[in-house]
């Protein structure tokens, strides 16, 4: 089966500085990758998307990126802000199975 | 649209009682699920389904039931509870069953002493 390892568990960053995350999964078969925020005692949220056939995808500050050919997808947010701290979770999709999720990273931003 | 609903918020078990967490969603999802959240484990899928009468096993389903009799309703059952089922459960629901984003319940945060 799929899995994911997710880099770093804990990420420190200055306000206004850029943050990366980064994911690996093992299945070549997976074609579906999310990325969730988890606000400390609240629900994970669905931030971005992307899909196999794209290889990167931008929401205002956000931004994934994904190499198909070396397994792996990153989350890029630019000019952070505390409110952007929280635990971020990658996850990955094969058809008709369910999404296996990274184990997190904690990101700080200092303000 | 209320999304998904989980009940209880909280709850509190002595070793060997079973109890029920709710789950239901009110958006028609075809395809919903169970997971567990402990702390550096990331989110472990315990059960899911795909459809109403349709349940599967996921990654740590030992311990658990699970049944859908409609396609709104998704209850977990803890048969009988062990400290080690001490964590956080979130339920989730999407409208495919692939390469759609889930929508979260509140979550249970539920305690075995």
């Known amino acids: 089966g799929e899995n994911v390892e997710q880099h770093p568990s804990t990420l420190s960053v200055q306000e206004g500085d850029s943050a990366v995350i980064k994911c690996t999964y093992s299945?070549?078969?997976?074609?579906?990758f999310p990325w969730y925020k988890q606000e400390l005692g609240k629900r994970p949220q669905l931030i971005i998307d992307?899909?196999?056939?794209?290889g990167e995808k931008k929401d205002q500050r956000i931004a994934v990126t994904l190499n198909k050919t070396a397994k792996h997808f990153s989350l890029h947010i630019t000019e952070t802000q505390p409110e952007d701290s929280a635990v971020y979770f990658c996850?990955?999709?094969?058809?008709?199975?369910?999404?296996?999720f990274g184990k997190g990273t904690r990101l700080s931003v200092i303000a | 649209n209320a999304g998904v609903t989980q009940t209880p918020k909280f709850q509190v078990l002595k070793t060997g009682q079973s109890m029920t967490l709710q789950c239901a969603q009110d958006?028609?999802?075809?395809?919903m699920s169970w997971y567990r959240q402990d702390p550096g484990m990331g989110l472990r899928l315990i059960h899911y389904?795909?459809?109403?009468?349709?349940?599967d096993q996921g990654e740590v389903p030992n311990g658990y039931n699970v049944s859908r009799s409609t396609t709104e309703d998704f209850p977990l059952r803890l048969l009988s509870a062990a400290p080690s089922q001490t964590s956080v459960y979130f339920c989730?629901?999407?409208?495919?069953?692939?390469?759609?984003?889930?929508?979260f319940g509140s979550g249970t945060r539920l305690t075995v002493v």
């Open positions: 996850a990955a999709g094969e058809p008709n199975t369910p999404l296996v």
């Open positions: 992307i899909r196999s056939n794209v």
């Open positions: 299945d070549s078969a997976s074609n579906y």
């Open positions: 989730a629901s999407s409208p495919r069953r692939s390469n759609y984003g889930y929508t």
């Open positions: 958006m028609n999802h075809e395809y």
């Open positions: 389904s795909v459809g109403a009468g349709i349940t």
